[in-house]
């Protein structure tokens, strides 16, 4: 079955024209605005996958992470076939963009948690 951080991050940067990957680089200031996503947790059938995931938004102010934050909302709530090797068959917004904690003051952070229900292709 096809992973879904290998199936939604190069999509959500072809969308959103922002550096996205599982990891968020270690100094990320000057690289701003970025997108992290992870599985985390979902469940597996026998011809289906239900991951969920976390994305984080990364920016250099809160407006900025909030825009981001929407538009990447707008665009997987949309996503339905082929993807990166996989099909998608339905997206679940399970918790909305909200702040969340950072370590630097500078970096304003937003993240959401997503159902993702697809098969391999």
Known sequence: MADIEAVL??????VTGCFTAPDAPDR???????????RLGGYDARFANHPRVVIDVFAGTA???RALGTTVTDALLFLRGPVNGAVVRDTRCDSGFSRQ????????????????SLRAA
Not at 9 to 14: A, D, I, K, L, T
Not at 105 to 114: N, P, S
């Open 9 to 14: 991050c190069p999509w959500v940067e072809s």
């Open 28 to 38: 990320m200031e000057g690289d701003l605005p970025v997108i992290r996503i992870q």
């Open 63 to 65: 407006d900025e992470a």
């Open 101 to 116: 904690p950072w370590a630097n003051e500078l970096i304003h952070r937003r993240g959401a948690a997503f159902t993702i």
